[in-house]
């Protein structure tokens, strides 16, 4: 661009609708995906979206233990801290393109 030249407005209003169009396809396809993680070598395992929100946390039988309710504790937060870690790695990879590197809350 030269100097002095203003951007051209209805260019810079047809990146901002692609932009947006990119962000709700993104946001469709996480929505739609569902990611799983397991602790305990499988004894616990955690379903969660792409948006963040968790579907379901099952839990074997043999590893519920009334006299040992701290390790249940720790292994159900351990599936729960590595579905959120793949959910935000799933977010970025998605909407990283969509938002052309730039952060969205939420996201």
């Given at each position: 661009m030269r100097p002095g030249a203003q951007p051209n407005m209805q260019q810079l209003m047809k990146q901002a609708q692609k932009m947006q169009e990119q962000v709700a396809r993104a946001q469709a396809e996480l929505a739609e995906a569902e990611l799983s993680a397991t602790a305990g070598n499988g004894l616990v395992t955690?379903?969660?979206?792409?948006l963040g929100e968790f579907k379901s946390v099952k839990i074997d039988p043999k590893v519920v233990d009334a006299d040992d309710v701290e390790t249940l504790e720790d292994l159900v937060l351990a599936a729960?801290?590595?579905?959120?870690e793949k959910?935000?790695?799933?977010a970025e990879t998605k909407m990283g393109p969509a938002t052309g590197g730039l952060s969205l809350p939420g996201f």
């Amino acid at each position: 661009m030269r100097p002095g030249a203003q951007p051209n407005m209805q260019q810079l209003m047809k990146q901002a609708q692609k932009m947006q169009e990119q962000v709700a396809r993104a946001q469709a396809e996480l929505a739609e995906a569902e990611l799983s993680a397991t602790a305990g070598n499988g004894l616990v395992t955690v379903v969660i979206t792409g948006l963040g929100e968790f579907k379901s946390v099952k839990i074997d039988p043999k590893v519920v233990d009334a006299d040992d309710v701290e390790t249940l504790e720790d292994l159900v937060l351990a599936a729960i801290h590595s579905a959120a870690e793949k959910q935000r790695e799933l977010a970025e990879t998605k909407m990283g393109p969509a938002t052309g590197g730039l952060s969205l809350p939420g996201f």
